[in-house]
């Protein structure tokens, strides 16, 4: 009997959080269903799906989208090129090597919000060194995180300051795993690299680009620390992403109902994207600890 | 392929120094303007040869700063101490809670088991603001709003994932056989646990709980909708701190440097874990 309650005993505690967890997440739900503003209690009632209806003809809602879309399309894509990269340069163990690899690290361990702080310092137009190294090649007026025009670029360049090392590290440690034979066999044949690279080192590594893909894309898409940290969504509506703008929706416009049906619709995203990356990643784990 | 030519050389070294420039460039520039003066940073063109000075540091830790205007109280310090605590008791009840569990998950195949672990994984995905916004309202009612307590609860959502997932894979590694000869030998369970279980997952609980911490202190957006002015952390602070009249840019490069550091020491103390870490395990480094 006592041996039949243990693992529950231990997991108790856990169980807990995880019902403490759901309670404010079966909130928002409700939240969600409702026409809910904190200005206008007297308002309160259900509402079904209205505000979910309402979005389709809202434009702030298709800004958020194609924003957040296009942020994460451009954080993944170029992030994922540039690790992959940086990874091929430090393939081969060694001390330099290792000591990039492990200085690289730096970044990715900076708070994202402090982080774009450091940039917004850089890139300040009145003493930012990165607003006067831009002007020595002509861009005399670039305003960076402040102009619609190069907003986006501003925070996709420190959100790929700050987590190209992650995708570097995980391939780094993929790349450094791979069993040798293929390559030396390749190399006795005189096979062009070009060969060994596409037909031998990205199909051996794809299990490991695809969980930092899947990583990166489900914390993209939530991106909110950089973003908020640096411009607040602005210039305008410039940079509204999910989290962004239900964060504004609920604390400045105190439309609760909305701001949760908005965090509904980025749930249900990541929601989709973590039930392909836990089959992908269980996977790996199970070869991981196999192999041990 | 050891015979690289000089010039692959030459194009791998540059293309390297360019990686290193990118990357370490902001945190050596920004160390730099934490030791200047505002006349020294207003200059242009900006120059690395000046007169280092420890004013800001001075007006930091001392918590107050003084001005042409006045006195100007600042409560960074208090903000280092937020997060200092915040952290620590965040991981030690994450380790409290989750060491246990892990082990369960690991030694006994049980169906509640692999649904706490995965309702804990995906949250870890879920976007925070769905469950810190309605917190947020319960906090003011339940008076949470303003205690560590409340806090140190939802930060379980960072630590309590990683304790989990990463303690568990070591304890699946680890054979059981051992525990059952000291059990076999009369001992109870608990003791079996903590003599044998623990002592042979320690480094999978060191590198949890270091990464946890790590996490926990570099999070920003929980603090920012849960805590009162005088329990934010750094990161909230420190974004403060820009917009506030009257601070000057070199104090607020010195409150990033000073917010920065323990997480970056601790980084490179930690480096051989965090691979499998980060990728909660699935990838051993």
């Known amino acids: 009997m006592y041996r039949r309650a243990l693992p529950y005993m231990l997991s108790l505690p856990a169980l807990l959080v995880c019902i403490g967890i759901l309670i404010p997440f079966g909130t928002a739900v409700y939240y969600s269903t409702q026409r809910y503003n904190l200005s206008f209690p007297q308002a309160r009632g259900f509402i079904g799906l209205e505000n979910y209806i309402d979005f389709f003809s809202d434009s702030a809602f298709w800004n958020t989208i194609e924003i957040s879309l296009l942020y994460t399309f451009l954080t993944v894509v170029l992030e994922l090129l540039l690790g992959l990269g940086i990874a091929l340069l430090l393939r081969t163990p060694g001390r330099f090597n290792n000591m990039v690899s492990i200085l690289l690290l730096l970044p990715l361990m900076t708070a994202p919000a402090i982080a774009a702080l450091m940039w917004k310092l850089m890139t300040n137009p009145n003493f930012g060194v990165l607003s006067y190294l831009i002007s020595l090649i002509g861009f005399d007026d670039f305003r960076w995180a402040s102009s619609p025009s190069s907003a986006l670029f501003t925070v996709v360049l420190v959100d790929m300051w700050v987590y190209t090392p992650f995708i570097m590290i995980l391939l780094l440690a993929g790349l450094r795993s791979l069993p040798r034979q293929p390559f030396e066999a390749a190399e006795l044949d005189g096979v062009p690299r070009s060969f060994v690279f596409f037909r031998i080192t990205l199909p051996m590594l794809m299990p490991y680009i695809i969980t930092a893909t899947l990583f990166r894309l489900l914390d993209s898409i939530q991106q909110f620390d950089i973003i908020y940290a640096m411009t607040q969504g602005g210039p305008g509506d410039k940079l509204m992403v999910f989290q962004v703008q239900s964060y504004l929706e609920f604390f400045q416009y105190t439309n609760v109902g909305r701001s949760a049906a908005l965090l509904m619709v980025l749930w249900a995203i990541t929601y989709f994207l973590s039930n392909l990356f836990v089959k992908h990643w269980l996977k790996l784990r199970e070869r991981a600890h196999g192999n041990a | 392929m050891n015979h690289t030519s000089t010039a692959e050389r030459i194009i791998r070294g540059l293309l390297l120094t360019l ?267």
């Open chain 2, 19 to 285: 990686v290193l420039l990118f990357f370490l460039f902001p945190i050596f520039w920004i160390f730099l303007m934490s030791f200047q003066t505002n006349e020294d940073i207003l200059r242009i063109p900006p120059s690395l040869f000046f007169t280092p000075t420890l004013e800001n540091y001075v007006a930091l830790i001392s918590g107050r700063l003084s001005t042409v205007a006045g006195d100007l109280d600042i409560a960074f310090m208090r903000n280092l101490w937020n997060s200092v605590l915040l952290s620590s008791l965040s991981v030690g009840v994450a380790l409290i809670l989750g060491v246990p569990a892990a082990y369960a998950f690991a030694r006994f195949k049980f169906r509640l088991g692999e649904n706490i672990a995965f309702t804990l994984l995906s949250f870890r995905f879920a976007p925070p603001l769905l469950v810190l916004l309605p917190l947020s309202l319960y906090f003011s009612e339940l008076g949470l709003s303003d205690t560590y307590l409340g806090l140190v609860w939802v930060y379980q959502l960072i630590a309590l994932p990683l304790i989990l997932w990463i303690v568990r894979g070591y304890f699946e590694d680890i054979s059981p056989d051992i525990e059952n000869a000291y059990r076999i030998d009369g001992h109870s369970w608990a003791k079996t646990f903590r003599k044998i279980a623990i002592p042979l997952a320690r480094p999978g609980i060191a590198a949890a709980s270091l990464l946890a911490f790590i996490f926990c202190w570099n999070n920003f957006v929980f603090a920012l909708v849960l805590a009162s002015a005088d329990k934010q952390p750094v990161t909230v602070g420190a974004l403060a701190f820009v917009t506030a009249s009257g601070i000057q840019y070199g104090q607020v490069a010195a409150a990033i440097v000073l917010s920065v550091t323990p997480t970056l020491l601790l980084a490179l103390y930690a480096q051989r874990y965090l691979v499998e870490g980060l990728s909660l395990g699935a990838v051993k480094g």
